[in-house]
């Protein structure tokens, strides 16, 4: 059987290669054949059936290569042919099924072979025809009987004026071939010589049915409707819930389902509505209306639906079974009753009845905003591909293009790729542009109405459907639904308790309360990065759950406890990101980022600047470690110009303490992306600060900061007083983080004026002190360094050890900043080796993660080292150029050549200037100062 991919299953091949040449091209006509039974065959007579099987191919052949046809493909006991004209494809049928009646074949084994014949456009490529001509082809010979020639509407209209003379065609009327949505007028090919009459065809309309035509096209769900169907068709799997929210398509998906599984089940799927019914004791009615079913003498209503079932094979689609859930038990007893009976559920909550089977219906694909892909593959996305469709009915010449792609893009993601919401956004193209549609999706609830009017209530507003899941919750349900709206992203359970908990003790049993939400497809359950589980909402339900919130004029006692909460968590991760359960806090902060940004927009918008201080600046590691440096510089930025707007410098208080604290960090951020000023006045703020307060582990932070900005800009003098000093107060403090992070900061400088060996000592003794710690981040930041004395020494085999484990431990931390950091020195060693490939392949990758942190120093290193690379290949002009863009952006961050690598830098670029000549290497040269950085990792820099 062709299995509609354009290629037959793996089987026999053609007898000889010269039949797949000169295939017919632009209309074909197509004869598909398979023999019927054969499976029952091959099981109760396999050796007759070799021998039978050996003949059968034999006669095909020769009919098909005696008529001009090529044989395609065989398949077990399938053939696929092709031919230019339609009479030689039914004289080749005839042929064939003369020659097959006529076979003496062994009483235990006649094969009665079923053939078809179509015509349409076909695409051959490689000996392989594909396209919807050939499906429909297959499903006409579904349709057949063992001896009979069905023949298309489309064949038909050849071969009616050019018929053999004792050749007729009978009229079967049209009907509805399984997987194909327009009907296909059937005929059937009549010779006085051939049987003629059979049973009625196995199509459709030959079982019963009561599924609603549907007024719209089915999108997507490729993956969803055969996984459904495979279900429901496994012996094992009698009952199958389709769970999901409101709007997430259920309905949709098990009709669709349901029509493909009308040819699996002799007395065919029925559509049971139970939307109307409140009352689970009218579930046997609903049933029994459904099947045209009427009630008899004094039996209740559920006995007459088990009678008349009891002997059926059929499906059963029971839709939106979430208000009568009680009544589970009767959809059981049915089951148990009837052994043929399946039943196809959907709704938002589980039965929870023995042998149930869920399914959770996913919302449709969306596709990644932030990096569309062209918009034939943006097409291919069921979201974006709904939404056109449906927004194409209400504007006819509405199209996808390249002004548009993005927004509409951005809008099936917004809403969580729900059909519904989607279909009744499409609707608002009548008004709008995607852009403006988009800049409305704020309130999502309030624009997306206009269903249609034949849809039930609840279908025709977004909010309507959640309402109609919200009215279904028992009121501490709804409460709780309501209070865990306020968690962005998600939650844990003990999250979920400490905020969502009454001040003063409440009926509100957490965990059940939680458990009953994800049942009813409230909430969905995921793991967390540690295996705990989590729970989140769509943000269509989210926004619901906020407005309920609200209209229980509790939003902002939740909102202060949560935003409190996410306080005490970050204060909690703040010492447990120096030690060995980094990894694990920074995991789990990763995981709770939403939540964090909701809490610092609570803090802004409520002029809570003391806990956004707090929030913000114990998280300076995470911003670091996991790339998010731009965001917290912004939040740290923005609650800095509060306290001093609030006065808070000025004061004696604990929010003083935060300030500089957050002034601190706000500034070792800046440096991170060179903004070297802003870091400087920062720095020497807080150092007064603490100062004031004489708080010596800030002062010794702060001096520390300092030094690194004074040896950035090559002060080296300065820069070491001021790492002495704050190295001197954390001695005295017991700092053994504060004594670390100072040696370390020395060590970077003795390398700076060429003292490697000091340099080592001081990375070596603060090394010892990390991995006492069990600071993995300074562990893989010192071996960076000592990765550098050794490349310094000329040991580069050392170097790259060095940098490779550095790497191995940054990826592990998932630390960005750190892991471009490895990449650069893991590249300066390949270079300094002769591995020029690999090492720009290296810079290229940290490069691309330096952009991305907006990490301005790092772009600068790269383009300093492809430079470099450039110049020892030959290719001065980039060389000049890169060296240019480098130069640039040290000038905008104020970072210059150290002396100790200025002689060598210089002596490179006289090298570019005497190769070049004066004039080109000036136009190189003012070329590269105006290239864009990210124009840099573009130039070709080898041969």
Not at 685 to 695: F, G, K, M, N, T
Not at 773 to 782: E, F, P, T
């Amino acid at each position: 059987m062709y299995d509609g991919c354009g290629v037959l299953p793996p089987g026999r091949k053609p007898h000889n290669l010269e039949e797949m040449s000169g295939l017919p091209t632009g209309t074909v006509t197509f004869l598909f054949a398979d023999i019927e039974g054969s499976t029952r065959l091959w099981e109760d007579h396999r050796g007759a059936m070799e021998g039978a099987l050996s003949r059968h191919d034999a006669i095909l052949h020769a009919a098909i290569s005696g008529h001009c046809g090529s044989v395609i493909g065989t398949g077990g006991d399938a053939f696929l042919a092709a031919f230019a004209r339609a009479p030689d494809a039914l004289c080749a049928a005839l042929d064939a099924q003369r020659h097959l009646w006529a076979e003496e074949w062994d009483p235990a084994c006649v094969l009665r072979v079923r053939m078809a014949l179509h015509t349409g456009i076909a695409e051959e490529r490689d000996g392989n025809y594909y396209g919807p001509t050939l499906n429909r082809a297959a499903r006409l010979l579904s349709a057949g009987h063992g001896g009979q020639i069905l023949v298309s509407s489309s064949t038909q209209e050849l071969l009616r004026d050019t018929l053999p003379s004792d050749a007729m065609l009978r009229d079967m009327g049209e009907h509805r071939l399984k997987d194909l949505a327009s009907r296909e007028h059937v005929f059937q090919i009549v010779v006085p010589d051939l049987a003629a009459d059979f049973p009625a065809l196995k199509t459709l309309d030959a079982r019963p049915t009561n599924l609603p035509q549907q007024l719209t096209a089915f999108i997507g769900r490729e993956r969803e409707v055969p996984a459904v169907a495979d279900m429901v068709r496994r012996d094992e799997v009698r009952l199958l819930t389709l769970l999901g929210p409101a709007g997430t398509g259920k309905t949709r998906l098990a009709l669709r389902v349901g029509a493909e599984l009308r040819g699996d089940f002799r007395d065919g799927v029925f559509f049971v509505s139970l939307a109307p019914i409140r009352d689970p004791a009218f579930l046997a009615s609903a049933v029994a209306e459904a099947l045209g079913v009427q009630e008899t003498g004094n039996r209740s209503m559920l006995d007459v639906v088990k009678e008349f079932l009891r002997d059926k094979q059929m499906v059963l689609v029971l839709d939106n079974f979430e208000q009568i859930v009680e009544g589970a038990g009767v959809v059981a007893d049915i089951l148990r009753a009837c052994p043929g009976i399946r039943a196809i559920v959907t709704s938002r909550e589980v039965l929870r009845v023995s042998g149930e089977h869920t399914f959770a219906v996913p919302p449709l694909e969306v596709p990644n905003t932030e990096n569309l892909p062209r918009i034939e593959i943006l097409l291919r996305h069921d979201a974006v591909a709904l939404f056109v469709e449906r927004a194409q009915a209400v504007k006819a010449d509405f199209s996808l293009g390249e002004q548009n792609a993005s927004a509409v893009a951005k809008i099936c993601a917004r809403l969580d790729g729900l059909p519904l919401a989607i279909e009744l956004a499409a609707t608002r193209i009548r008004l709008f542009t995607p852009q403006a549609l988009l800049g409305r999706l704020s309130n999502r609830l309030q624009i997306l109405v206009g269903g249609g009017r034949e849809l039930p209530d609840r279908q025709q507003t977004l909010r309507g459907t959640i309402d109609w899941s919200y009215d279904l919750l028992a009121p501490v349900e709804q409460t709780l639904f309501a209070r865990l709206s306020v968690f962005s992203g998600g939650c844990g359970l003990e999250a979920a308790e400490v905020v969502c908990r009454d001040d003063v003790g409440s009926q509100l049993d957490i965990l059940d309360g939680i458990a009953s939400l994800v049942e009813k497809s409230l909430l969905r359950q995921t793991e967390g990065t540690e295996g705990e589980p989590r729970f989140t909402m769509l943000e269509t339900i989210r926004e619901y759950g906020l407005e309920r919130l609200a209209q229980a004029k509790d939003l902002d006692r939740v909102r202060r406890a949560h935003a409190l909460y996410v306080l005490e968590l970050v204060e909690l991760a703040e010492p447990k990101l120096f030690g060995p359960e980094q990894v694990s806090w920074l995991n789990r902060l990763e995981d709770e980022l939403d939540n964090i940004r909701a809490a610092l927009e609570w803090a802004k918008e409520c002029r809570e600047t003391e806990v956004g201080l707090r929030v913000a600046g114990s998280l300076w590691r995470f911003w670091r470690a996991r790339g998010h440096v731009n965001e917290g510089r912004r939040w740290l930025d923005a609650f800095v110009d509060r306290a001093r707007a609030e006065g808070i410098p000025d004061s004696t208080g604990s929010g003083l303490h935060d300030y500089t604290q957050a002034l601190l960090w706000a500034a070792s951020l800046a440096i991170d992306q060179g903004e070297y000023d802003s870091a400087q006045s920062d720095a020497e703020e807080a150092l007064e600060s603490q100062q004031r307060i004489c708080d010596k582990g800030g002062i010794a932070l702060a001096l520390n900061v300092l030094g690194i900005l004074a040896h950035y800009r090559s002060e080296h003098s300065r820069a070491a007083t001021l790492y002495g000093e704050g190295l001197a107060h954390f001695r005295e403090i017991e700092s053994d983080w504060g004594i670390a992070l100072s040696l370390n900061n020395l060590g970077a400088l003795e390398i700076e004026r060429g003292n490697s060996e000091r340099a080592a000592s001081y990375y070596e003794e603060s090394l010892a002190i990390e991995r006492e710690r069990g600071d993995s981040w300074k562990v893989a930041l010192l071996l960076n360094n000592l990765g550098d004395v050794a490349a310094e020494a000329g040991s580069h085999d050392e170097a790259q050890i060095l940098n490779g484990e550095a790497l191995r431990l940054h990826r592990e931390l998932g630390y960005a900043a750190g892991i471009a950091e490895s990449l650069t020195c893991l590249a300066n060693a390949a270079a300094a080796q002769g591995g020029l490939q690999k090492a720009v392949n290296k810079y290229q990758e940290s490069f691309s993660l330096h952009q991305r942190l907006g990490d301005k120093w790092g772009l600068t290193v790269c383009m300093e080292g492809l430079a470099a690379i450039a110049g020892r290949t030959g290719r001065c002009q980039s060389a000049a150029r890169l060296y240019a863009a480098a130069s640039a952006l040290r000038d905008v961050i104020g970072h210059p050549i150290s002396p100790k690598d200025r002689r060598g830098y210089d002596e490179g670029l006289n090298v570019l200037r005497s190769a070049l000549g004066a004039d080109a290497f000036e136009d190189a040269w003012n070329s590269g100062r105006l290239m864009p950085s990210g124009e840099a990792i573009k130039v070709n820099v080898l041969n």
